[in-house]
């Protein structure tokens, strides 16, 4: 890995230019074929992707699963027809599936998305791919174990998203030599000129004092393109940007470096072809990769044992059965990794750390670089924690959207969860996580309410597609359950039922207890109360909401959550379609918190086993 890379070129210059040209008619083509697209912001970046294309890329595209293979992303996602126009240039599309661009059912989406097997990650959320890319190369360098490469096609309007720059930090602590971002800055965005214009060293600048080296180019000169990619390749230590000053549109006049053309097919799409010199039917072989095996994943240790937690022993906090959870799975699964946000002694992630470091990745108070990095090393079959506290995960809302778009698997944690931290005030509590995590397409909601039901979810994550949530509460709270209890997501567990039970109380992690409590007071008042655990929030156990629902007709739905798209919404959520909703009274955290202890803040919010109980006893008595 060490020596000098040189290349052999496959493609003289003059060919070079000629697949750039092809790249850029193709581009025109496929968006007036659609009607729509980003063509201006595609031929931009067409020499570019011209010479890595021949001379760099190291790819398989008969085998995407390769795992020598390099990684291409397009963090402008916008221009997508550059990268199928380069799909159809290898051989991987057909001219006339290019042209379905944008159409219904086609494969070639306005932005890329994994439908195509060549896609690692959808984008279009500008200021992702390279957050992303960053994951691609730490599970290169630090888990495979292998010498493929990470090539990030940036825009320079994008270099305004503070996640970028996350990701500059982040790769250059690391020295991520394999990681190479290509900076098209063809100086105009959607409304006008971007911050910096063709100023190349004000990036060059920034980006350097993240530990990078740079090169700043003409990105038409494809002489100088090959150069700049030799140097990225043949640079230790640190990862490279390739600052490319371009044209928007280059090559046909009617748009090029011209406002007010963005995101728009050309008005006059057959003369700009006559104008880049006609249909090409160029075909690039792209170099494949030598023969290479990811470092072994043997299966971890199977005599590790999970914990095991006495029922009604001492009391113990569901993040710290999470993290001592975590740290046996890391020993009977080698391929979890674990992520942090500078939290990690809070979490309880560090446990996984102290056994297992090489697989340990902090990634400090960047909470979207934490999340893009989980997708990332998890485009490479590693199974991925990241963990921070439940509020700031709203920072990385954008990412776990982007995420379920791109088909990513990933397990999610967030800890110190609702007002029952307490003290620490509201700035401090996650009161809307179950409503972003319910919003995200196909995600997993879980929220445990004692330690030995948090090493079953926690553990049943692991072999769950798509991306899962669990919410982990800072207190410590009575050990309810068995070791050996189950916990199916999408289940929920019946605590107390009787034939005459007047109304259901229905909670979640800290709530449960205090329905419990509540039930026990009613008792005494002669209300007959049924208690569920609603442990899975997405999916929810639905039958077993049916059948509470028709055998006492009445709900108290009790959550430390705002009212809005949290516990409450799931349970209503299952009635309709000809099963009636039961009367039902909904408790949450209507107010904005202040400091207390978390037992004012209970009394405080009315989520409490007194306000509980009272709510029931009126429900109970219409």
Not at 54 to 71: C, E, I, K, Q, V
Not at 169 to 190: C, F, S
Not at 208 to 225: K, L, P, Q, S, Y
Not at 476 to 487: K, L, Q, T
Request: proline residues 5%.
């Amino acid at each position: 890995m060490n020596d000098t890379i040189t290349h052999t070129p496959l493609m003289s210059d003059t060919d070079l230019a000629e697949l750039a040209q092809q790249l850029r008619v193709d581009s025109v083509r496929a968006a007036a074929a659609a009607g729509s697209g980003h063509p201006t912001s595609s031929m931009s970046a067409a020499d570019l992707m011209a010479v890595l294309l021949a001379r760099h890329l190291s790819y398989d595209f008969d085998r995407p699963d390769n795992p020598g293979n390099d990684h291409l992303i397009f963090s402008k996602g916008h221009a997508s027809p550059l990268l199928y126009s380069a799909y159809k240039a290898v051989g991987a599309i057909t001219d006339d599936e290019l042209l379905t661009f944008r159409k219904l059912g086609s494969r070639m989406e306005g932005h890329p998305t994994p439908r195509l097997p060549w896609v690692d990650v959808a984008t279009g959320s500008l200021g992702q791919g390279l957050p992303i890319g960053v994951g691609v190369a730490l599970a290169g360098s630090r888990l495979d174990r292998l010498p493929y490469r990470t090539w990030v096609l940036c825009g320079d309007s994008e270099m305004a998203e503070g996640s970028l720059w996350e990701a500059f930090e982040h790769a250059g602590i690391e020295g991520l030599d394999h990681l190479t971002a290509i900076i098209d800055v063809n100086r105009l965005g959607q409304r006008g000129p971007t911050r910096h214009g063709w100023d190349l060293d004000a990036y060059a600048r920034r980006i350097r004092a993240f530990g990078w080296h740079t090169v700043e180019i003409d990105g038409h000169d494809i002489a100088a393109i090959d150069e700049a990619m030799t140097s990225a390749e043949n640079t230790r230590g640190a990862p490279t940007a390739i600052i490319a000053r371009t044209r928007k549109g280059k090559g046909a006049t009617e748009v090029e470096d011209k406002e007010g053309k963005h995101g728009k097919p050309l008005s006059d799409p057959a003369a700009a072809i006559r104008e880049l010199g006609g249909l090409r039917d160029l075909r690039v072989e792209v170099q494949r990769p030598p023969d290479a095996e990811p470092a072994a994943r043997g299966g971890g240790d199977p005599h590790t044992s999970l914990p095991r937690y006495a029922t009604g022993g001492d009391p113990v906090a569901t993040r710290t059965a999470f993290g001592e959870t975590l740290a046996a799975l890391g020993s009977l699964h080698d391929d979890v990794v674990v992520l942090d946000g500078e939290v990690g002694d809070s979490t309880k992630a560090q446990l996984f750390a102290a056994d297992h470091a090489e697989r340990y990745f902090e990634c400090y108070i960047a909470e979207q670089q934490m999340i893009a990095a989980a997708v990332g090393i998890g485009v490479r079959g590693w199974t991925a924690y990241a963990c921070t506290f439940a509020a700031f995960l709203t920072r990385a809302h954008d990412f776990l959207r982007m995420a379920a778009i791109s088909r990513s698997t990933i397990n999610v944690v967030g800890t110190h969860a609702g007002v029952a931290i307490g003290e620490d005030g509201p700035s401090q509590m996650a009161l809307e996580d179950l409503a972003m995590m319910r919003a995200v397409h196909g995600t997993t909601v879980l929220y445990p309410c004692d330690a030995n039901q948090t090493v079953q979810l926690v553990t049943a994550m692991a072999d769950r597609p798509g991306i899962s949530y669990l919410r982990a509460t800072r207190g410590e709270s009575p050990v309810i359950y068995g070791p050996g209890d189950a916990f199916p997501v999408g289940g929920s567990k019946v605590l107390r039922s009787h034939p005459d039970d007047q109304v259901t109380l229905i909670g979640a992690g800290v709530t449960v207890h205090q329905a419990l409590a509540a039930a026990d007071q009613l008792v005494a008042d002669g209300v007959r109360a049924r208690v569920i655990d609603l442990y899975s929030v997405k999916p929810v156990d639905t039958q077993t909401l049916r059948t509470a629902a028709e055998e006492t007709g009445r709900f108290v739905i009790v959550e430390d959550h705002h009212p809005e798209g949290g516990l409450a919404d799931a349970v209503m959520e299952s009635f309709g379609n000809g099963h009636p909703a039961p009367r039902h009274t909904r408790l949450a955290v209507h107010t904005m918190p202040g400091s207390a202890t978390p037992a004012q803040q209970l009394d405080a919010a009315g989520i409490s086993a007194p306000a509980i109980a009272a709510a029931a006893r009126k429900l109970a008595a219409t």
